[in-house]
């Protein structure tokens, strides 16, 4: 309405301050002006005439009048939009309906202004320059989970609208990132799932499902836009991941093997045994609760900051699908770590972090706990009795089927029973795994028992 009324009070200034040509002019630039004119008719000696006067001109063509002003006007009322978009889009932190509404904002106006389907504009670099240096100056996790939230949000709402057309295909088709496959997988699996967890509290609900027919043919500006921001989708997830990653990493070289300090010489069963062991425990238990505190205070962040469940979910099993690498490579390169007590240390350890999957649960969690199956089956194979009786069939099939005859031979030939002095793998057992190994070796050469952390 104040868009109009702009342009109707603009239109007003024009026809008040030119004279009555330059106003027709206006209206119609083609206007003959009558220069000559000539009376044609006959007069009679009595005074009456033959026929009406008719008009007889030169046809001189009047040049139209330019409406600079009224254009001048409109381009400071648009630029005037778009300052107004660009200063909400950096302050407002507002949060509607559990969306960040800045995300909301700069999509209604997009929308209205008609800029996905216009062949040029700037308001698009405007809006990446403004999420760039918001994104750059961040001083805090909030901060990036403010704007992960408001990407991630203003994204989704782009990718159920924008349709390339045929002239945007001059946009380049740059290499795409494992996360940036990621978010499209997980924004396809939001968009055809009205009922899937977390996504009636996340993206469902801003736009309805995604009907081809009647989505916008997006021009190169538009389309080049999502791509960029695409981009700080995943850049952005990436930095918090990672900080997550950096944060455990520190704590998972305390937790691989249990503290030696507070071993002490004493009888069995003695008091002062009893004590030292109790304060051992104690001082395991803190590293992975310190872990726990880390996980906790990022889902706290992300919660706070409205960041959809499906990004919470899957930072969640990538930052665990890490603590499996790192724990089970650092497993099976440590021999001192191979022993049963150790296991059972680790046992405890990844209790602490079962618990957590449950309190958080599946909405948040996901499938975090099933990323530890390698470190989780390595455990259970350390603090297991009667090893000698198990047969390779056992130990493949139902103990560690997860891992490779390769991983299940390392861990065997390196165990220690440091507790109970028990006996491991049976020769036998033994024996043909070592020759599963050899044989697997030989048909690829280049492969190796550790994991790779690919996330």
Known sequence: MESKIAILESENQVLCSNPAPAVQAVVNPEVIQPSVMKNSHQVLENGHQLGEPKMVSEEVVVPPIKNLSKQQ??????????????????????????????????????LHWHSFEAEKTNIFDRIIHTIRSSVENAESSGELAYWLSTTSTLLYLLQNTLKASSSSTKVPNRSRTATGNLFNRMVQNARSSSSGLGI?????????????TSMIEAKYPAVRFKQQLTAYVEKIYGTMRDSLKREISAILTLCIQAPRAGRVRASRGSLKSIHSSALSRQASSVHWQNIVKCLNHTLETMNNNYVPPMIIRK????????????????????????????????????QELEQWCSRTTEEYAGTSWDELQHIRQAVGFLVLHQKSHKTLEEITDELCPVLSISQIYRIGTMFWDDKYGAQGLSQEVIGNMRTMTTDDSITTPNSSFLLDDDS
């Open 73 to 110: 006007s409109l381009t400071d009322r648009q630029q005037e939009n778009h300052d107004i978009l660009i200063k909400s889009l950096a302050e407002d932190r507002r949060y509607d309906n559990r969306r960040p509404a800045a995300a909301c904002i700069v999509y209604k106006s997009l």
């Open 200 to 212: 009636s509290n996340g993206y469902s609900g801003m736009v309805g499902r995604a009907d081809t």
């Open 315 to 350: 930072t969640f099993s990538q930052v665990f699908a890490f603590m499996n690498v790192q724990l089970f490579n650092s497993l099976l390169l440590r021999r001192e770590c191979c022993s049963f007590s150790n296991g059972e240390f680790l046992k405890a350890g990844l």
